[in-house]
């Protein structure tokens, strides 16, 4: 399990490095010119170039990146351009809007989205498993903006049960955000629920008709301990791979729901930076988002492994 563990790190780390290079190669070639875009439309070309020598620009890519990077690695990550305010501060900010909205998702998407296919895939031909497939498939069709705006529409406007707008205060705790996250949260559970529902459902149908499964049961094992520990231990090691791929999602790609409901996480503010050509902190952000991405995955290979012995000794 240490050298699976080792390898999977040494991947890891060769990620966050061809990434940082793709990042920072991205931001070279977005349209525009930052300098132009920040001062007047009046100024000089005596004063832009001014500006693009005070920001750094007129070094070549390679320094640039060089200094952007070590300075990332040991926390310095630079001054926004568009608002001159230290990048980490903005960028903590945000991702801890995230991690929280994130973390009540996934509250309400795994426990869910795993009942419902489990039911399903036990249920299968039956009138649960149609119900929940016709729901699920439902769920794919909505883009997150159209679910969003029903819920604030029945939820909010209408039984004024929640609040439209999350714009939660800047510092608000948990318990304090906790109302402005729950239609937030909700939208980005249907995404979730589309897909996890569909991939446990067919998981556990496979592992049914596996010869292991009728080998319990004539042994005498009764029908739940058939299910829980030894089907559902089977059947959900693809759903953890799936779950890891959503956690980075959740923690910077809710764009659109973000903008929805007005919510201040990374998403939002990766948005704005890209609107003003704020290299610094796009690329910060984005470092943010493929490190919790690959923490995220490396989490998944672990627990996958632990679960499935095969896969490490292989």
């Known amino acids: 399990m240490g050298r699976f563990a080792l390898r999977r790190l040494g991947f890891l780390f060769l990620t966050l490095l ?13 349209p525009g010119d930052v300098a132009r875009i920040l001062l007047p439309r009046d100024a000089s070309e005596e004063a832009i170039a001014a500006k693009r020598e005070d920001l750094g620009l007129n070094r070549s890519a390679l320094v640039q990146y060089g200094s952007w990077i070590k300075g990332f690695i040991v926390g310095d990550w630079g001054t926004s351009f568009a608002w001159d305010i230290p990048v ?10 995230s991690l929280m909205l994130a973390a009540v998702a996934l509250v309400l998407a795994i426990p869910l989205s795993i009942g419902l296919g489990v039911w399903a895939g036990l249920a299968e031909g039956r009138w649960p498993d149609h119900l929940i497939s016709l729901i699920s498939l439902s769920l794919v069709g909505l883009p997150e903006f159209v679910t969003g705006v029903l819920l604030i529409e029945w939820l909010a406007q209408r039984l004024r049960w929640l609040p439209a ?28 629920l ?5 991939l446990t459902r067919a998981e556990v149908i496979e592992q049914l008709n596996r010869p292991y ?12 301990t058939v299910v829980f520990r030894h089907v559902l231990r089977n059947a959900l090691l693809p759903t953890i791979t799936v779950l890891a791929i959503s956690m980075g999602w959740l923690i910077g790609g809710l764009i659109v729901i973000e903008n929805v409901f007005n919510y201040p996480g990374l998403g939002r503010l990766l948005l704005s930076a890209i609107d003003h050509r704020d290299f610094p902190l796009i690329q910060a952000i984005a470092m943010i988002i493929v490190l919790g991405v690959v923490l995220a995955n490396f989490a998944a290979d672990l627990l996958y492994a632990l679960l499935n012995p095969r896969i490490r000794y292989d």
Not at 88 to 97: A, F, Q
């Open 165 to 192: 707008i999350s714009s939660i205060e800047p510092g608000s705790s948990f318990v304090e955000a906790l109302p402005f996250l729950i239609l937030p949260a909700l939208t980005a559970t249907f995404v979730l």
């Open 213 to 224: 499964v009728r080998t319990a049961v004539l042994k005498g094992l009764s029908w739940p």
């Open 194 to 198: 589309a897909y996890l529902v569909r």
């Open 18 to 30: 061809l990434t940082s290079i793709i990042i920072f190669s991205v931001t070279q070639f977005l």
């Open 88 to 97: 980490r501060p903005r960028v903590i900010e945000g991702l801890i809007n």
